[in-house]
């Protein structure tokens, strides 16, 4: 294992730093110890995710002398697994990471099944949405208006799929009501607006890709989400029960537009585990990107969002124990945030005894039997299929 670098600060600077970010912050002690370089996965070049991990990497650099490697994947397998194998300790994933736990879409495969997934904090800033992004020529205004469009569909990245499916739930259509078009990756669809391959692509606002859309000859539209649409808005909770309607302020067009635009976003990215991962590893780097936060805060567009002060520790995921011990320290978690965790905990567990008794029984339909299974597990135990 590389050397780990001790990372002190005067109790002056930490309890300066702490009291503009950190509202729960307690006693804590202000040293953490890591390996003097940290590997984690992220989105592809380019995205949200991927500027924020440059930018929080830098900061770990300037701090506290630690390198982090960031490598890029086009999609969620392409993050996932190199996570899953042991290469590297964390990844900063988007909402697929509750794919990856329920053992849906592209982890529902045999060589996949539900994952025992972490978390260490999330990023929602409140102002950052994620949508389906339309290009001005396309003649798109609403999401009712997708109806015959041609939409993006990224290979390997079933998150990126499902939201595009919850905004096209919450305008009453399907995949059938509009035209698939398959791309590798998130990036090449956002460049597919571009080059006039896709009319809509679900993306960040402040992905970098949307700069460029918006920059481009087709031009940029957001469609906005009726938080008063009810309806609409069960909708496409029934598809992706993470989402939430806001006002994004943040990103392309949306800096721009007066008031913001009306749209819905969840946490991205998410900062993720595996259960296994050491206890102290995960609880020095979430100590060690809570106390850099000042030194990252604004360098990247939406990445104050991973302040203390707007994490959402009662999630869909539970959290890794190592993190947890940290929230503990500086007085944010909870007795409703541990019986949450050990809800979830209990949801994973349901959902992987139920994977292991299928495959001892291996059925020649593998798909429509673990579809089966996985819903009856989760129904009989009392918790939602959603998928």
Do not use: C
Not at 48 to 65: L, R, S, V, W
Not at 100 to 128: C, H, I, S, Y
Not at 362 to 378: G, H, I, N, Q, Y
């Amino acid at each position: 294992m590389p050397p780990t670098v001790p990372f002190r600060k005067t109790a002056l600077s930490l309890v300066g730093a702490l009291a503009l970010t950190l509202p729960f912050a307690g006693p804590a002690s202000a040293e953490f110890d890591l390996p003097s370089t940290v590997a984690l996965t992220a989105y592809d070049t380019g995205s949200t995710g991927f500027n924020q991990m440059i930018a929080i990497g830098g900061a770990f650099k300037d701090e506290a002398g630690v390198s982090l490697r960031v490598l890029p994947g086009k999609n969620d397998i392409a993050r996932a697994a190199p996570l899953r194998q042991g290469r590297v300790p964390f990844s900063a994933f988007g909402v697929g990471h509750y794919m990856m736990q329920e053992g849906v879409f592209d982890f529902a495969g045999e060589d996949w099944g539900p994952q025992p997934v972490r978390m260490l904090m999330t990023n929602f800033a409140g102002k950052l949405g994620q949508a389906i992004a339309v290009t001005k020529t396309s003649g798109i205004e609403t999401y009712e208006d997708l109806r015959g469009k041609r939409v993006a569909w990224i290979k390997g990245s079933p998150a990126l799929n499902v939201n595009t499916e919850s905004y096209l739930a919450y305008a009453g259509l399907t995949w059938d009501d509009v035209e698939k078009v398959e791309f590798g990756g998130y990036a090449d669809s956002l460049t597919g607006m571009i080059n006039g391959t896709t009319d809509a692509a679900f993306a960040s606002m402040t992905a970098g890709g949307m700069y460029q859309v918006e920059a481009s000859p087709e031009g940029l539209h957001w469609p906005r989400v009726d938080p008063a649409n009810a309806e609409g808005v069960a909708r496409m909770k029934d598809v992706a029960p993470y989402m939430r309607t806001m006002t994004a302020t943040e990103g392309a067009v949306a800096e721009t537009t007066e008031g913001g635009i009306p749209t819905a976003g969840y946490p991205y990215p998410a900062m993720i585990a595996m259960e296994e991962t050491d206890a102290d590893l995960v609880y020095n780097f979430t100590k060690a990107m809570y106390e850099t936060f000042p030194a990252y805060q604004g360098k990247a567009p939406g990445i104050d969002g991973w302040a203390l002060e707007q994490q959402s520790l009662e999630w869909v995921v539970p959290y890794h124990e190592g993190a947890i011990r940290y929230y503990e320290e500086v007085g944010a978690w909870t007795e409703a945030a541990q019986a949450n965790n050990e809800r979830m905990i209990e949801r994973q567990k349901v959902l992987m005894d139920a994977w292991a008794e299928l495959k001892a029984q291996a059925p020649a339909d593998w798909d429509a039997a673990w579809s089966e299974a996985r819903r009856k597990a989760l129904a009989d135990a009392g918790f939602k299929p959603v998928f």
